[in-house]
C-alpha cells in the first residue's frame, strides 16, 4: 500500500520559513519523480515544484522560483519543500505527489497523493 504523509505544515507571519516533508511508504522511491503542489479554498490546485527520480533536476512554478526549494532523501523516502520568505499569499493546503519516471507540472498525471499539510501566512 503506497503512502505519502506530509508534515511541517503550520503558521508563520510574513518573511517567515517552513519546511515541509513528504515521507513515503511503499513504492520504489527512486524510480518516482515527486511534486509538490498547493490549493487555497476555491481555487485550482497549483503546480509548486517538482524533482527528477535521480534528483538532477529541479522544477519550480513561477510563485516558487527564487524563494522555494526542493529536494529528496533516497534513503530516507522523504522528499522535502524549503519555503522561504513566505507571503500571505502562500496560504494553502500543500500536497505531495508521486508518479513513477515524472516530474512535469500537470497534477492530473500524478499517481500518488498525500493528505495534505496546511499552511497558514499571516501578515
Known amino acids: 500500500q503506497v503512502q505519502l504523509v506530509e508534515s511541517g505544515g503550520g503558521a508563520v507571519q510574513a518573511g517567515g520559513s517552513l519546511r515541509l516533508s513528504c515521507k513515503t511508504s511503499?513504492?520504489?522511491?527512486?524510480?518516482?519523480?515527486l511534486g509538490w503542489f498547493r490549493q487555497a479554498p476555491g481555487e485550482e490546485r497549483e503546480f509548486a515544484a517538482s524533482?527528477?527520480?535521480?534528483?538532477?533536476?529541479?522544477y519550480y512554478g513561477h510563485f516558487a522560483r527564487g524563494r522555494f526549494a526542493i529536494s529528496r532523501d533516497n534513503a530516507e523516502n522523504t522528499v522535502y519543500l524549503q519555503m522561504n520568505s513566505l507571503e500571505p499569499e502562500d496560504t494553502a493546503v500543500y500536497y505531495c505527489?508521486?508518479?513513477?519516471?515524472?516530474?512535469?507540472?500537470?497534477?492530473?498525471?500524478?499517481?500518488?497523493w498525500g493528505q495534505g499539510t496546511q499552511v497558514t501566512v499571516s501578515s
Open positions: 511503499g513504492l520504489s522511491f527512486s524510480a518516482y519523480g
Open positions: 524533482i527528477t527520480w535521480n534528483g538532477d533536476t529541479a
Open positions: 505527489a508521486a508518479k513513477s519516471f515524472y516530474s512535469g507540472s500537470d497534477y492530473r498525471a500524478y499517481d500518488y
